[in-house]
């Protein structure tokens, strides 16, 4: 029996009660599927009285997470001050405008959000081609390499030092810390402790402090630390909500993008049936992106905090519960997304995801992401790349980024 079949019946073995769908090592083995599924059909409004975060509420279906998303007020994003399930002490705590109400939310988010109007991407199109371009002609033929590290880190990561304007030769700094920001101690094991982390992050706070100095003194431009620098919303932060906002852009810039990338090539390989459809027609290259968005989900949840008392999906919650909208679980609600376990790139509604999240919080970058997405498949669809996955993706230790590590190809000529 494989792995996959035993979880399935341990998913359906436990009592409902004490089924915890946060485990990282199922989202690690990628087999946390049949215990959402389980809680869509059973319970999809659940309360997990007890887990290594706490107690908290898992809200796993399509239209009670949107429900959930637009109401920022009564499911607030500011008083924990943490953006997933893992409860952070006020020592620790790094505010961001993900983490904030209005009205401070948006002012912050209106300082940066230029850097990726439809007036700028357009400017950024032919960087993002010319970069996709050189990685692909620079990678191995014919012999084994890993994709997250060569093509999917490298091209985000080299979006990240134009966004910021950040030092070119040090890129894979901005890649470090955002590592070290999602591997939080209770879901990975490399960082070791909340010391650690903060200790690694306070050496991107005296980088980019650098950069801020030398923006605020200068004329405004159009990158994200001169726009913090200028705007009366975020000119004034204090130095933990500016790397609070810094890793906040890191990870939305990098993580979450590169792991759409790493996913697209393991789903066409998994399903050679859609790779044949999009090289036979390249006009289907948007709809693929949409769908390898929603079928990756790359951030898994989004928590969110009752500021009262109210009813979802038929169950009451309290004031003060935490509130998990699981994202990947709510693309996979065939009540909405018909045949939603299954990889298709021209089907119908295809945007129709909840991968960039609703409402006041919506995800900033989104279109930024499905230019890069879409940008590379379409040179790798030129160039016509016979990329093949040779062995299983190794998937990062956490239930927050739905993630990889590597992903080991070969280009066969």
């Given amino acids: 029996m494989n792995t996959l079949c035993e979880e399935r019946d341990d998913a359906y073995d436990i009592p409902l009660d004490l089924l915890d769908v946060s485990e990282v090592k199922r989202f690690q083995d990628d087999t946390m599927w049949p215990y959402f599924k389980r809680l869509r059909r059973e319970d999809p409004v659940h309360y997990c009285k007890k887990s290594p975060y706490g107690p908290y509420w898992s809200v796993t279906k399509y239209h009670d997470i949107v429900a959930v998303d637009t109401n920022h007020e009564v499911f607030s994003s500011e008083p924990a001050a943490a953006v997933s399930i893992v409860d952070v002490t006020e020592e620790y705590r790094l505010p961001s405008f993900i983490k904030m109400d209005p009205p401070k939310h948006g002012e912050q988010r209106r300082a940066i959000s230029p850097i990726v109007g439809p007036e700028n991407l357009a400017k950024l199109e032919h960087l993002i081609r ?19 590290d060569q093509v999917s880190i490298e091209l985000t990561t080299q979006m990240l030092t134009t966004l910021f304007d950040f030092p070119f030769e040090d890129r894979r700094l901005l890649t470090y810390w955002s590592e070290v920001a999602n591997n939080v101690p209770q879901s990975a ?44 919303a ?63 989900t790359p951030v898994a949840h989004i ?19 935490k509130v998990i909208m699981w994202y990947i679980s709510g693309n996979r609600d065939d009540e909405v997304i018909e045949k939603a376990d299954s990889f298709i790139i021209d089907r119908k509604n295809v945007r129709q995801h909840l991968s960039f999240g609703f409402g006041i919080h919506r995800c ?20 016509r790349l016979n990329v093949e996955v040779v062995g299983e993706p190794e998937r990062v230790a956490s239930n927050f980024v739905h993630g990889y590590s590597a992903l080991p190809v070969r280009i066969v000529d």
């Avoid at 010319?130 to 997250?148: M, Q, T």
């Avoid at 030398?214 to 994200?224: F, H, K, N, T, W």
């Avoid at 890793?247 to 993580?255: A, C, E, H, S, T």
């Avoid at 970058?365 to 790798?380: P, S, Y």
Wanted: hydrophobic share 40%.
């Fill in 130 to 148: 010319s970069r996709a371009k050189a990685i692909l002609d620079g990678l191995p033929r014919n012999e084994v390499f890993n994709w997250v």
């Fill in 189 to 232: 094991h490399d960082i070791g402790s909340w010391d650690r982390r903060r200790a690694i992050l306070s050496e991107c706070l005296a980088y980019f402090t650098r950069l801020w100095r030398e923006r605020i003194d200068a004329e405004p431009r159009a990158d994200l630390i001169s726009m913090m620098a200028h705007s009366p």
């Fill in 234 to 296: 975020t000119r004034n932060m204090e130095p933990r909500e500016f790397l609070g906002n810094l890793v906040l852009l890191i990870v939305g810039g990098n993580d979450t993008t590169r792991n759409s990338i790493s996913g697209g090539m393991w789903f066409m390989n998994q399903n050679p049936n859609e790779l044949r459809k999009l090289r036979a027609n390249p006009l289907l290259v948007s709809g693929a992106v949409s769908e390898i968005i929603r079928y990756q």
């Fill in 303 to 321: 928590r969110r905090n009752a500021l009262a008392n109210t009813v979802i999906g038929g169950k009451m919650i309290r004031k003060g519960d």
């Fill in 364 to 383: 900033v970058g989104n279109r930024l992401a499905e230019l890069q997405l879409k940008i590379l498949w379409e040179e790798i669809l030129a160039r």
